[in-house]
């Protein structure tokens, strides 16, 4: 499975038209009450991602799919402790 995020042309066309009205904040950069706030909508859609520490979000998919399931992330784990 591939994250959405780099394939949007699998991504539904929901999800398309909240990333479009996004865009413009993406490519400024999001802070974390961006990407939270995003997220939200995004899972209104039955979709999530996670996002790093610098607000960067990756691995969209549907809820439910664990984050190793993607390609790129196998052998990570969701929630990990440091």
């Known amino acids: 499975m591939k994250d959405l995020f ?3 042309e699998l991504m539904p066309e929901a999800l398309q038209a909240i990333l479009q009205k996004w865009d413009k904040r ?5 802070t974390y009450d961006g990407c939270a706030a995003l997220q939200n909508e ?3 859609e039955g979709y ?9 979000p990756y ?4 809820i439910g799919t664990p984050l190793e399931c993607l390609e790129g992330f196998e052998g990570e784990t ?3 402790t440091f």
């Open 48 to 56: 999530t991602f996670d996002y790093y520490l610098d607000a960067e």
């Open 78 to 80: 969701e929630n990990e």
């Open 26 to 30: 993406i490519r400024n950069g999001l």
């Open 59 to 62: 691995g969209l998919r549907k």
């Open 42 to 44: 995004i899972e209104k």
């Open 6 to 8: 780099e394939t949007p």
